[in-house]
């Protein structure tokens, strides 16, 4: 199976909850099983495809997923290059526009499967939501795992109800547990405060990875699916 774009910018729906749904050329997301014949991005919370217990996302087909261990379907040609980092940018500032309007691209950084960004509201200057670019195919989504299942405002998280248990201080002591085991001597490098949930950047000399933290419930989730850190800079649409 050779890896392509099948992502519909159009057919993006922030914040859509229920199940995914047969032959659904769009993105969707939502509790219960992902469905088959689904030539969009889709992942359900719940059964899964093929026997998968548990979370399960993928890319095409929405068939067994990446079983969150990053995009088992990006097959490529030897010859494949990946998009530009400029062009990524653009691609990430027209999607914005699906989140509403007076959104900035920050954070901007190059892993070796994907480009990364966060979408902040300018209006309040809080940031809402994390989206990818795949660094060969060009295609935009919204970042999978903690973006899609915590956060309150576009994600799955949106039906939590109560406040969060914790703030980013107690989010930072538990994710220097973590590393603890994890990396050991690795250090919390970046924070951003989400909706629902944290986002650290990590690592020892320099940024080895990504973890999230919930503010509700302390879990921590890392970010698999974005290959070696190769850079990034600061950057606003």
């Known amino acids: 199976m050779i890896y392509k774009s099948t992502y519909d910018t159009g057919g993006y729906q922030p914040g859509h909850m229920g199940p995914g749904m047969m032959n659904n050329p769009g993105y969707n997301y939502g509790y219960g099983p992902g469905m088959m014949n689904n030539p969009g991005y889709n992942h359900g919370y719940g059964s899964g495809m093929m026997n998968n217990p548990g979370y399960n996302y993928g890319y095409g087909s929405g068939m067994m997923g990446s079983m969150m261990t990053g995009n088992m379907m990006a097959i490529y040609y030897p010859e494949s290059k990946p998009v530009t980092q400029d062009e990524a940018l653009k691609s990430m500032q027209n999607f914005s526009r699906q989140y509403g309007s007076n959104l900035e691209v920050e954070d901007f950084m190059v892993f070796s499967g994907n480009y990364y960004a966060v979408l902040k509201d300018t209006n309040s200057s809080q940031y809402i939501a994390e989206v990818l670019v795949d660094r060969y195919s060009g295609s935009v989504y919204p970042e999978p795992g903690p973006n899609m299942m915590w956060n309150t405002r576009f994600g799955a998280g949106r039906t939590t109800t109560g406040g969060p248990e914790y703030d980013l201080a107690e989010a930072e002591n538990l ?56 850079g990034g800079m600061n950057t606003t649409s």
């Open 175 to 230: 994710t220097k547990d973590f590393l603890g085991g994890y990396l050991p001597e690795a250090q919390i490098m970046e924070s951003n405060e989400m909706p629902g949930y944290y986002t650290f950047d990590f690592g020892r000399q320099d940024i080895e990875g990504m973890l999230s933290v919930n503010a509700y419930n302390g879990q921590i989730w890392v970010h698999t699916w974005h290959g070696s850190y190769l």
